[in-house]
């Protein structure tokens, strides 16, 4: 069965100090990847998608991620944090083909930034 | 992006009545879309997958007669929790996905209800 596993439930950091969000996915065939943001009181927001091509990806608010795909990993990434990017993140994966078309979420990540 | 409406955004309803949440693709004609259920502090689970025309596949432990799903047209899905009990108590989020564009889904604002 697929899955998502993200290992920081809870990450508390300063402004400007460098994040990285750990995410592994567990699932045979070839997938899509995502990140999702939910600043608190709004909806799931789209961060950025992996499909195919450059594994390094490349997304909205200074954010990146890194498909590895011999580590089954997925890491989000941003070099230097601002208060605002306090919110809940949430990693992603999809069943590219055969038809399996369910988003799996994982558990997410709480990020908080002290100013 | 492409934009899905949720309404209403929050309803308290009393035990024993039944909700229904409305989920709108606005500029994209969704053939499939999903239901979620997030519990405070926890990650989204899927609830059911539904697809335009026909029934929609509930997920394992999900009480298809309780939560009940209708995917009428490329626009619009409904999720109606019948009978509600406290415990129902939930923020519950749909997404809809483009069928041009196959892989990406665009989620509602979400739904939070509370039954009294």
């Known amino acids: 069965a697929q899955s998502v596993s993200q290992h920081n439930h809870h990450v508390i950091l300063s402004e400007a100090a460098s994040l990285e969000l750990g995410c592994n996915y567990s699932y045979g065939g070839t997938v899509n990847l995502f990140w999702y943001v939910q600043y608190p009181g709004q909806h799931l927001q789209l961060l950025l998608k992996?499909?195919?091509?450059?594994?390094l990806v490349k997304g909205i608010k200074g954010f990146e991620a890194e498909f590895i795909k011999s580590k089954f990993s997925f890491n989000l990434r941003k070099p230097s944090v601002q208060w605002s990017d306090t919110a809940e993140y949430f990693c992603a994966v999809k069943g590219a083909s055969g038809g399996y078309n369910k988003l799996i979420f994982g558990a997410g990540t709480r990020l908080a930034v002290h100013p | 992006g492409a934009v899905v409406s949720q309404h209403p955004s929050r309803v308290i309803c009393k035990s024993g009545t039944s909700v229904k949440i409305e989920c709108r693709s606005l500029?994209?004609?969704?053939?499939?879309m999903f239901w979620y259920r997030q519990f405070p502090k926890q990650s989204l689970m899927l609830m059911a997958t539904?697809?335009?025309?026909?029934?929609?596949?509930?997920e394992q432990g999900v009480e298809k007669d309780k939560f009940l799903i209708n995917h009428a047209s490329l626009t619009l899905s409904t999720l109606t929790v019948t009978s509600a009990h406290p415990e129902d108590s939930s923020f519950y989020i749909c997404s809809a996905r483009d069928w041009q564009a196959l892989t990406e889904a665009f989620f509602g604002q979400g739904t939070r209800l509370t039954v009294v």
């Open positions: 500029d994209f004609q969704a053939t499939t």
């Open positions: 539904s697809n335009e025309g026909s029934k929609a596949t509930y």
């Open positions: 992996y499909f195919s091509g450059d594994p």
